[in-house]
């Protein structure tokens, strides 16, 4: 219902718009012909099939059609057969040009159109004039065909249509679009940017028309009115010969010695009269004859010419004798006689127009002239009678009249020129039309002028031909519009580039917009919930310092801060550590080359780690530094964990066996190079066992963790004491070569461990048995080392424990 209502009001529009913009623009058209200079009903059309499709066509051919007959009607008041295949020829053209200029349009451009690249508004201003050879081309030829151009002017016609159509179609598509075309949001906003514009320019130039129109109007019809003026004066002058004919004739008649003018002597009067005045249809002589003079009357003329009466015109046309009446003004004398012989004896008193005529001419005593009335000799043409009064010796009176062909008189009288215009001679008091040959009705007279003569009031009016019209055509103001619109045309073509790069640019800038926001809002939210701490620093003024521009959760929580405390803060006052760190001399270092560092921070409580900060310092482009850091206090602590685990024994903290045989083959290395000695022991606690079954597991750890200790007192910073399982302890004496020293530190431990130890309230005893071996007297290496130490402690065991033994080689023979 929509859809339908919207198509049904699209269809309408179009034919309402293709009209009355049609008549408006042929009405600037010059005339004669159809040469308007912008023909916007063109553009209506390719734009309707543009932006509509085909289904436009319809009222395209509808609108086309009504216009013609309108205009035809306007120019005639009639509608002829001929005018509705006129008006059928121009619709069929404007369908075929609306049809293929839409598909052109859409094929090189496509729809919806932006018009806003170079391209595109310029296969516009190219296909349009080409698609305009269309309707020039068939309308031209169909209007030649049915006679109505002739073949001269038919390169004038087509170029004429074919500009109109361009330029109406390069003004009115873009307005169109603005109003009706797709993509909306963008033609919407070219309302004010390209349409108003456009149409002011455009209205600038159609009042430049106008005012050119009209000088060039005047111009051209100066001669025309000169002609006109010329045909006014002639008509006049001869009227008023007319008048000075009748003077001569009535002087005939007055100065008379007879107070008789014969026929003869009538007719060689008239006839040299005739000779000088040939206009003139006839030269008459009415006397005034009374009732009882008629017979008498009528028998003295019959003598002269044979049959003679006085007659009237009867109703069927026919002249018949004439009623009885008071008197007659009977047609007495006629020069010349041929072509006039109807009118002898017909009386002039017998018809209302004549007789007022008679008697104004007695009246008033001048030259009188009658209304048009029909000749009783030449029913074919209205004529005028021109009457003077006569009065002769006596009470005789009569008028001498002359009679005019009105149609012959003006042919003739009218100047050579005077094909160049129609001319229509009006009686106003009879208020009838004597003459006229005008070709249509024009809206307005350009020439008229009014005028007496005879007592009457005449009025004549004249209009250019088309003959003349041609001659006179000015281009001048025709160019004025063309190249107007053509402006117009093309300052539409530049506006819509440039408001389509506007609008264009725009698109752009909001989808980088969009997109920068997106990007912000990402690094916004990872900046937030980000686990490492960032801080942002710009360079203080002096450039000394850092001042602290933002800070996100994890910084606040890692140092422990608050972000409005820190931010606008210099680094040194918030964190005076930071030049202790070495951290001031990297955001220096990085804030100047500008390359990434990384700078870990740790510090040590009791050889421990007491915290860890791995810091990424970076420079941003606009200069600004950040950092990134993340305390890693935990994980260091762990890994420093796991790496004693793998080197010390967890109890006693003493190096394990792995780190104990990597120290002895280190120092084996150094021994024999330097050609020294060194030992090896092998501790083993004695009765440990029943500590462990009395007391508790865990006093026997407590116990092994004493002993550690104990041991360690017993021998020198560079000697290594190992716990390699249970209660079994290596010892490693580096540069130890003296049996006596090494047995030395041996009694000291076994002295050492002999000692009671007091743990946790139990007084506890127990010794150790050792044995000793010796590089390079026992082995040159450390398993063969270890191997025969392990075997003098088996001895010492033997021997009955808390002593120690030096490995001798029978020990590996015989029993142990
Ligand atoms: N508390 C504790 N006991 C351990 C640990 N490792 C081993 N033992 C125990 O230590 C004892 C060592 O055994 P032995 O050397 O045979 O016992 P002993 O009583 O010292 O015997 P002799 O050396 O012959 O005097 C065993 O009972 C083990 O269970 C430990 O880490 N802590």
Request: aromatic share 10%; proline share 4%; charged share 20%.
């Amino acid at each position: 219902m929509r859809v339908a209502y919207k198509n049904a009001f699209a269809f309408l529009l179009v034919i309402v718009a293709y009209v009355t913009s049609g008549k408006a623009a042929l009405m600037l058209a010059l005339p004669p012909g159809y040469a308007a200079a912008i023909f916007p009903p063109a553009g209506i059309a390719l734009a309707a099939t543009f932006i509509i499709g085909n289904s436009a066509l319809p009222s395209i051919f509808l609108g086309s059609f009504l216009l013609n007959v309108w205009v035809a009607y306007s120019a005639s008041h009639t509608i002829t057969a001929i005018s509705l295949i006129v008006a059928l020829v121009i619709a069929v053209a404007s369908l075929l040009q609306a049809a293929l200029g839409g598909w052109l349009l859409r094929r090189a451009i496509g729809y919806p159109a932006a018009f806003d690249r170079t391209r595109d508004v310029f296969k516009f201003l190219f296909l349009t004039p080409l698609v305009c050879v269309m309707s020039a081309s068939v309308s031209v030829a169909g209007l030649w065909a049915l006679g109505i151009l002739d073949v001269d002017s038919l390169a004038e016609n087509w170029l004429s249509w074919w500009t109109g159509d361009s330029l109406g179609i390069m003004v009115l598509l873009p307005i169109a679009m603005v109003l009706f075309g797709e993509p909306r949001p963008l033609w919407k906003r070219r309302l004010w940017t390209v349409a108003v514009p456009m149409g002011l320019v455009f209205a600038l130039f159609v009042l430049l028309f106008l005012r050119a129109n009209q000088w060039e109007q005047d111009d051209s019809l100066r001669e025309f009115r000169q002609i006109s003026e010329q045909s006014l004066s002639q008509i006049q002058i001869k009227l008023d010969e007319q008048d000075a004919v009748l003077a001569g004739m009535r002087g005939l008649f007055v100065h008379d010695p007879h107070s008789y003018v014969s026929r003869q002597e009538f007719q060689r009067f008239a006839q040299n009269i005739l000779t000088r005045f040939p206009m003139i249809q006839a030269f008459e002589w009415a006397p005034r004859i009374d009732s009882y003079r008629r017979p008498g009357f009528e028998a003295a003329e019959r003598k002269a010419i044979r049959g003679f009466e006085i007659r009237d015109r009867a109703a069927n046309g026919h002249m018949v004798r004439a009623a009885e009446r008071s008197l007659y003004f009977p047609v007495t004398y006629v020069e010349p006689l041929e072509g006039n012989q109807p009118a002898l004896g017909f009386d002039l008193a017998s018809t209302p127009q004549r007789l007022e005529t008679l008697e104004k001419s007695f009246v008033k005593g001048v030259v009188s002239a009658s209304a048009p009335i029909i000749l009783v000799q030449a029913e074919n043409q209205s004529g005028i009678l021109i009457m003077q009064s006569v009065q002769l010796t006596g009470h005789e009176i009569g008028v001498v009249l002359t009679v005019l062909k009105v149609r012959d008189f003006i042919d003739r009288i009218l100047p050579p020129a005077s094909g160049l215009l129609h001319v229509r001679l009006i009686d106003d008091d009879a208020r009838s039309t004597i003459y006229d040959n005008f070709a249509s009705l024009p809206p307005k007279i350009p020439f008229e002028r009014e005028f007496e003569f005879g007592g009457r009031h005449y009025r004549l009016q004249t209009m250019p031909t088309a003959a003349y019209l041609k001659r006179h055509r000015g281009w001048q103001s025709w160019a004025v519009l063309a190249m107007g619109t053509f402006g117009v045309g093309l300052l539409g073509a530049l506006l819509l580039l440039g408001t389509g790069y506007t609008a264009r640019v725009e698109a752009q800038v909001q989808h980088r917009t969009r997109e920068l926001k997106e990007s912000e809002f990402r690094l916004k939210e990872l900046f937030k919930n980000l686990n490492s701490g960032v801080a942002v620093f710009q360079v203080s003024p002096e450039d000394n310092d850092f001042i602290i521009t933002d800070l996100n959760y994890a910084a606040e929580r890692i140092d422990k801060v608050s972000r409005k405390d820190m931010i606008g803060k210099s680094v040194v006052d918030v964190f005076p550590g930071i030049r202790e760190f070495g951290l001031f001399d990297v955001l220096k270092r990085v804030w100047k080359s500008g390359a990434a560092e990384h700078h870990p921070v740790s510090f040590y409580l009791d050889g421990r780690i007491a915290g860890w900060r791995e810091n990424y310092v970076y420079k941003l482009p606009n200069g600004e530094i950040i950092a990134i850091y993340d305390d890693v206090t935990q994980a260091k602590q762990l890994e420093e964990q796991m790496r004693r685990m793998a080197h010390y024994d967890t109890l006693t903290g003493l190096p394990n066996r792995a780190l104990f045989t990597d120290r002895l083959q280190q120092s084996l290395a150094i021994a024999r190079r330097n050609k020294s000695q060194l030992a090896v022991m092998f501790i083993d606690l004695d009765h440990f066992k029943p500590v462990n079954d009395t007391l508790g597991h865990d006093v026997g750890d407590l116990l092994l963790k004493e002993v550690a200790v104990r041991m360690l007192r017993c021998v020198r910073e560079v000697d290594t004491i190992s716990r390699i399982g249970g209660d079994e302890f290596i010892v490693l004496l580096s540069g130890m070569g003296k049996e006596q020293d090494v047995m030395m530190v041996a009694e000291k431990i076994l002295y050492s461990l002999d000692q009671p130890f007091e743990l946790a309230g139990h007084e506890i005893h127990i010794s150790s048995s050792i044995g000793i071996a010796l590089y390079p007297a026992h082995g040159d290496e450390d398993k063969s080392l270890l191997k025969n130490a392990d075997i003098a402690m088996y001895f010492a065991k033997q021997s009955g424990r808390n002593n120690a033994k030096l490995f001798q080689p029978e020990m590996l023979k015989g029993d142990r």
